[in-house]
Nanobody, 130 residues
Framework: QVQLVESGGGLVQSGGSLRLSCAAS????????IGWFRQAPGKEREGVSC????????YTADSVKGRFTISRDNAKKTVVLQMNAMVPEDTAVYYC???????????????????????WGQGTQVTVSS
């Protein structure tokens, strides 16, 4: 079964940290750019941070720059989003997505429709309390 699986979501207090992981089943993440996206209630899905499979280039949204870091764990075949100094505005369902063609900037800028990305995970809830 081909799928992406997110883990690591939960409840954290403002100023705290969470670590999200994205793992692939049925395909190799090494051949895909991977992005983290989020969607809060009543808002559109937005790109958070993306990482290239070609050269490790990353793209991070201004709203989380300096607080969130994306990285690949090649040994574990996962992509990790480390989230620090979290604020209530970070509350959302977080999704990871994979695409073999898009640049990280195009991917994270949501230049493509959701349906055009190769794979999506089911999402994990992140809640930051004030």
């Amino acid at each position: 079964q081909v799928q992406l699986v997110e883990s690591g979501g939960g409840l954290v207090q403002s100023g705290g940290s969470l670590r999200l992981s994205c793992a692939a089943s049925g395909f190799d993440l090494d051949y895909y750019a991977i992005g983290w996206f989020r969607q809060a209630p009543g808002k559109e899905r937005e790109g958070v941070s993306c990482i290239s499979h070609r050269d490790g280039t990353t793209y991070t949204a201004d709203s989380v720059k300096g607080r969130f870091t994306i990285s690949r764990d090649n040994a574990k075949k996962t992509v990790v989003l480390q989230m620090n100094a979290m604020v209530p505005e970070d509350t959302a369902v977080y999704y990871c997505a994979a695409d073999s063609h898009a640049t990280v900037q195009a991917m994270c800028s949501m230049q493509f429709a959701v349906s055009e990305y190769d794979f999506w995970g089911q999402g994990t809830q992140v809640t930051v309390s004030s």
